[in-house]
């Protein structure tokens, strides 16, 4: 079991940032890839940023490449988003998740265990 909990959303102007922190729990945490996706209002939920178990590998999707930066700390259970030059675009509710496996994981389907989101509103 992996219990996974997202802080760090908030209000933020176009071109700021923000830095997502998903604090896990469980054992398991430092031999998973983690990942995050976000849902804007009316939309599907999408991937934004991946990173395998040990760190060493990161990938996004296109829309924030760039502008986004995923990190982990295994000792402290913890992975994180730094979001830069933010657009209004990318208002939505972030989810952290945990991966079944160990490296490239860019699906829902490749994910069992999901925070509750943390919401993330940028305003122009």
């Known amino acids: 079991q992996v219990q996974l909990v997202e802080s760090g959303g908030g209000l933020v102007q176009a071109g700021g940032s923000l830095r997502l922190s998903c604090a896990a729990s469980?054992?398991?945490?430092?031999?998973?890839?983690m990942g995050w996706f976000r849902q804007a209002p009316g939309k599907e939920r999408e991937f934004v940023a991946g990173?395998?178990?040990?760190?060493?590998?990161?990938y996004y999707a296109d829309s924030v490449k760039g502008r986004c930066t995923i990190s982990r700390d295994n000792a402290k259970n913890t992975v994180y988003l730094q979001l830069d030059s933010l657009r209004s675009e990318d208002t939505a509710t972030y989810y952290c998740?945990?991966?079944?496996?160990?490296?490239?994981?860019?699906?829902?389907?490749?994910?069992?265990?999901w925070g509750q989101g943390t919401q993330v509103t940028v305003s122009s």
């Open positions: 998740a945990a991966a079944r496996g160990k490296t490239w994981a860019v699906g829902e389907n490749d994910y069992d265990y």
């Open positions: 469980g054992r398991t945490f430092s031999s998973r890839a």
């Open positions: 990173i395998i178990w040990s760190g060493l590998s990161t």
